[in-house]
């Protein structure tokens, strides 16, 4: 065969593959056959052919030799995996010896102008071992907060953190340790988990750290609401969350002090004097509140010459919940504007809030309602179900003028009507069957899903608002978004969440691209409650088509102005390169043009801020470079940008760090230094315990299946390829 | 003229062949020794009732048997362990806690969902469970049935609380180990009526879910 294939060679000007390649075996046999020319003459056709397939016919049996060993050897990764999970997640945290126990105690000041809160926490660890230790510690801080400032207090001494670049940071802070200096660092983890490395703590010695941190006040539904995260974990609450935790009450103008019966927390005998918690809080206002909540704690409220203060009762409290306050303010029934400025010499920073009117001062108006449900695999079980209890009860609040429509998606798109209808007794009732008859299989195929509820033909005169339901389980953010930006036009589009861990940077963003809202549904329970709020505030669009003309040449956040809500306020912040003179704002309410214009000076509130303003505006834009990423902005250069950004205005970022050390060595480097983990700072809650989730599953049943399957291939294979399949003859 | 002769990968096929019998028998051999081990573990209780503390179950054992689960509805019984570590889950559902089974009412038990917890998956709101311990028996109603990312939320122990919760891996079919999901049933004692819990005033704590809002928490440090 090889010299006819020579011979087609020289015929034809292309060659087959499988000839080119010949393997050292036909190399050698040519050799033979060249030297006894009587031994190729000997061989027919037939037997070439034969020889041709006996080879081939190997390969496919390398080929499946080849994947039964790799599916055994998958096999037995498997297992030495699953064996070296024996000691994971069992120990309980604090109750172990192999970790030096820090106690610690929190004080906790916040100061509250307008919407920013300036956070600062102070904590006191102490190491009760007997040796020197670093400690490692994370905390929680809320979402979207800008850590700016750190203290440690060591002895008499006070060192002030420093904003440096997170590589740079962590050199110096080595350094420093090596060198038995004390030194902390704060690097940013993810977006809302910071960690605490403090080194040379030396044996009983007390160490406090101070993190400052500003952070908006959220505003929703009439009042202000501010929530300071104390735990890691997620605090069981004792009843249920859907009837509403007992809020403390307090009408000023009656008792100033609160009522509520705080749950008895235990805490076991000779531990109370740690973790203890001690708190303060400063509402900084001109205007008289409605009311002032404390919700998981008991509270007392002073009224003080430049606003409120608010302080914690108990004096045995510990940092085992979150602390959670919330204020209500008077309201005027027409959206009204109050700016803030703050001069830096360079630049000015602005922010801009538009208070919502009260609902009953704005006409509904009709608008077409989309609802798209995701009915993919991953809704499969409670999603699903609270999906469903969620379109329902979209259903139900639909206004007789309004239009509506019903889409399902999972790998393949289908909508109830081809375009929206009328709400009649009959479309409604076809729309019941059509949820009430979900199943979740299949993929999560969003965008064509989004491409036609956009497309469908517009009702002439009604807002068409996009409600999406899904648990935003998707692979292909940036391209979906990139597709609600482009699709979207005039169309406004809400997100609701579902299940337990949603998506939720990507739905928040798409709402916020959309110029809608977005709520979170984690259980069946919820949805009356969330999809309530949900409907009140989308039924009344009460300031719609927002512009703002700052003067000049002004960088503001969010890029994107959303939609004026009843219950939810427009908040805007902005760098100008002077002071603004006059701000036009323009929309239309109540169906009608709308405008206003803001005077920089004497604006309603005429608050002049502090540089708090430029922290939280370089906050905005360096989550706006961070969001850009998802758009395919280019990753160096963000993170150039970002950390440019963050050194010049102080910020703690993914990028930067805060480092702090102390000149003088303290710590003899020859003596022992412990590294501590310190799980012992976790939830202080002492009357409990943290324990970790064991594996829990063997595998026995894939294992079994897959080795049998392996098992009978092989063997048949084994069974049939010694008797039935040709070989090669041998020459020899 | 064909020759037969023998493959020359005969002998990797029969070793291919061999190690997937072996691995088969290993696989086997999992609720093999789920089940026999509970038998030794039944037997190894009823001396620890008869006031023998220490009974082993077998001479090498490393843990013994401290309470039995029972499920009337299901008819299961199930001898609980001490220690959740991988070794005891083999052998039956664990304590999670460390505390001795008598010393803490909030009591956490895990169990693999291909062995022993499988039956976590037929539970319904509702059901009683009943846990026998050398301090007594006790009765409890499931109160809550939830799916937990481990990766979200964390397990709380509190010693004053009176509930029950059986852990184990979720998706309950999921073809591969080791996934972040739990399944999470807590169990109050029956008869407590659990609509109290909206309106206490009290001043008791009334059990409630084990696990709270997700989106809430934060992770620990994986070496805890």
New interface residues.
Partial sequence: MPQQTNAQNKQHSFQTPELQTLSIRDELEKLAWQQNPGLARNMSTR?TR?KRRARLS?RI??RI?FS??AV?LT??L??T???N?????????S?TGQYTQLAVSTDIQVDITGLIARVEITQKFSNQGNEWAEG?Y?F?LPQGAAVDRMYIKVGERILEGEIQEKETARRVYEKARDNGQTATLVEQQRR??FETRLANIGPHEAIEITIGYLHNVSYSDLSYHLRI?MT??????????S?GIPLTAALIGAALRSTQ?V??V?I?PGNSNDHALSLQANLISKFEFAAIESRYHDVDIRQVDNGYQVELLDPGAITDR?FDLSWTPALQAIPSASLTTFNDGDSVYAQLMLAPPLAKAITAQAREVILIIDTSGSMQ??SLEQAQAALLHALKSLGPDDYFNLLQFNSVTEPLYDQSVPVTQTSLYMAQNFITSLQANGGTDMAPALKSALAMPEIPGLMRQVVFVTDGAVGNESQLLQRVAADLDNSRMFTVAIG??PN?WFMRKAAEIGRGSYI?I??LDEVEQQMSALWGRIQVPALTDICVDWGDSAEFYPEIIPDLYAGEPLWLIARLPAEPTIISLCGEFNDQQWDMDVNGWDAAGGLSGSDNLAILWARKKIESLEDALMFGADRELTQLEITGVALDYGLLTRHTSLVAVDKTPRRDVSETFGQA?V?GL??A?T??????????????????L???F??LL??S??WF???R???V??HS | ???????R??W???A??L???L??I???W??VKAEVAQILLARSWHQTLAGNPDAKPWPWADTRAVAILEVPRLGLREVVLE?????N??FGP?M???TPVDKTDDR?L??????H?HFLKDLKKGDVLRLVTPGGSREYQVSWL???????????????IERLTL???YPFD??????PM?WVVTAVPFGQNTNV??N??S?K??P??????????????S??
């Fill in positions: 037997t034969k190997i049996q390398d030799l039964l060993a055994l096999l037995f498997i297992r995996a699953s064996a999970d024996e000691q994971w997640g069992l120990q309980l945290t109750t490692i994370r929680p809302n988990q995260p890691f974990t997620p605090r069981w609450t004792p009843g249920q969350v009837d019966q749950e008895p235990l076991p979150d079980g409670g337990h861990a939720s979170h984690g259980k983990n799980p976790l939830p809650g009357s409990s315990q943290l324990a970790g989730f064991p594996n829990t599953a063997t595998g026995w049943l894939t294992q079994l897959l080795s049998l392996v098992l092989s063997f294979l084994l390829s010694g008797s399949l040709p070989t003859p041998r | 003229m064909i020759h037969r002769r023998p493959l990968h005969h990797i096929l029969a291919v062949c190690t997937a019998a691995f088969s290993d696989a086997l999992i609720p220690g959740s570590s991988g070794r889950l083999a664990t999670v806690n460390s956490i895990s169990g693999h969902r291909d062995t917890f939830e799916a937990v990312d481990i990766g979200q939320q964390q397990l709380v122990i509190d010693d004053g852990l184990t891996c999921a073809p591969t180990t080791g996934g739990r819990a909206k206490n005033t001043g704590v009334i409630g879910p084990r696990v709270a809002e997700p989106g809430t928490s934060f992770r620990l440090p070496s805890y």
